[in-house]
């Protein structure tokens, strides 16, 4: 059923918090009382309806998570508990899901609270305006130490020169629309990166700059191979560059070998003092052989994304909701 503009929002709309957590025990408490306060005073000022609440999603936790989102004392929390860890990016959406169809609107936010819970009011106003998909952009990284500073430039960096249509600084601090995660729902891909999914679903989009903090307590749960996975996903799932930088690779090598291969002809007939040495004949086939290994890993991680795809396994599996 397609809704008009008006029917799509609400003067008051009923909005779910989003919130995926992997042991987060040193957090959680901190977290349900502070989005709790935010939600809190957004229902009294008419922002947001009554009936608006948060949704916890439990990554297969291996601490005490879940028993804290069970008996938070809260009636606003809800939950939704994943059998396993499966990453990020699925818990993510399978909270999206589980809230699509009881609320208007869902802003997913990261468990440890550095995203600034209190730039919410300025989501729901966008939303309000018209915006269906609304992304949160950190101000400045002022907050990251410099290898986390570079690496986060290299990175986006690298995401734009892939072709890859993603925003600077944007994590996953956004606003969807029902309509954004109905139409969100429809993409199938196992690899999810949905900070480049939610960029091409061809709704109206905004922007909100927030500023960064420290961690409450604990430490980050996104590790550097987590991150390095999370973009080689956005790489292989957005971008077909690579392969054509393999085949540009294949013809210059191609060109270059037959003009080495007439040099050394032409040194044969017409020179005669060719002496077959060692490094002449081990370099050129290092450096072949080299090149086909790296191209032949950068199919391989194609293959793999097509192998995942066509077992099309579930991307989470509930073990338990709380709503």
């Given amino acids: 059923m397609i809704m008009s503009q008006s029917e799509a929002f609400k003067a008051v709309p009923v909005l779910a918090v989003v919130v995926p957590c992997f042991n987060e025990q040193d957090v959680l408490p901190g977290t349900i009382e502070t989005l709790g306060k935010v939600l809190g005073q957004l229902i009294e000022r008419s922002v947001v309806a009554e009936d608006s609440f948060l949704c916890f999603v439990d990554d297969g936790s291996r601490d005490t998570s879940w028993d804290l ?18 990453g990020h990016q699925n818990a993510l959406l399978a909270g999206l899901l589980s809230v699509m169809d009881r609320c208007d609107a869902a802003i997913s936010i990261d468990a440890d609270l550095q995203q600034d819970p209190w730039a919410m009011e300025a989501f729901i106003e966008k939303y309000v305006k018209g915006a269906d998909v609304v992304f949160g952009v950190r101000r400045d990284r002022a907050s990251d130490g410099i290898f986390k500073k570079l690496s986060a430039r290299a990175f986006y960096r690298l995401m734009q020169l892939m072709g890859v249509n993603i925003i600077p600084d944007h994590a996953d601090y956004r606003l969807l629309s029902r309509r954004a995660i109905g139409w969100l729902a429809q993409h199938k891909e196992p690899g999810l990166f949905l900070r480049a999914i939610c960029m091409q679903l061809g709704l109206q989009t905004a922007i909100v700059h927030f500023d960064v903090s420290a961690r409450m ?31 540009t690779l294949g013809v210059a090598i191609f060109f ?25 004949t081990t370099l050129p086939i290092y450096f072949l052989g080299g090149i086909q290994i790296l191209c032949l890993a950068l199919i391989g991680e194609y293959v793999a994304q097509l192998l995942v795809t066509v077992k099309a396994r579930p991307r989470y599996l509930v073990e338990e909701e709380l709503f």
């Fill in 217 to 247: 307590a604990g430490e980050s749960k996104y590790s550097l191979s987590r991150m390095m996975s999370l973009g080689l996903n956005g790489i292989t799932s957005f971008s077909v560059m690579p392969l054509r930088l393999i085949a």
């Fill in 69 to 86: 989102i069970k008996n938070s004392g809260n009636h606003r929390v809800k939950g939704v508990k994943l059998s396993l860890n499966f």
């Fill in 256 to 280: 270059l070998s037959g003009i080495l291969g007439f040099y050394v002809l032409w040194r044969t007939i017409f020179v005669g003092d060719v002496v077959p040495g060692w490094a002449s």
